[in-house]
């Protein structure tokens, strides 16, 4: 991230989406249920949703505030969480 931001022009903005972890173990579950809900309706088998589970646990993912607070860290200002949906998140920070 730091040589991201040092290869960022001033005023420049740095846009990352991320799979994040619910604030809480309900929000969590909630999550879950709702992607294999959507990834039916859309027409996965259950071959296709436990493949994707599968490929899923390697991610690392954590709650939306962990990579707000790695850009703050890094530099970043006006850091939000500008779209998120479920397990997605899109996270920006300006570079003075």
């Not at 846009?15 to 173990?25: D, I, R, S, T």
């Not at 259950?46 to 707000?68: G, H, N, S, Y």
């Not at 530099?75 to 479920?86: A, D, H, K, L, N």
Request: hydrophobic letters at 40%.
């Amino acid at each position: 991230m730091n040589r991201i931001f040092q290869r960022l022009r001033p005023s420049g903005l740095f846009v990352n989406a991320e799979q994040v972890l619910g604030e809480n173990f309900r929000s969590q579950a909630l999550c879950e249920t709702l992607h294999v809900d959507f990834a039916r309706k859309l027409g996965s088998d259950d071959f296709e949703i436990q493949q994707a589970r599968v490929r899923m646990a390697l991610d690392r993912c954590t709650t939306v505030a962990k990579p707000m607070e790695w850009l703050v860290n890094t530099g970043y200002c006006s850091v939000e969480t500008y779209y998120r949906w479920f397990r997605f998140a899109v996270i920006a920070g300006w570079r003075n």
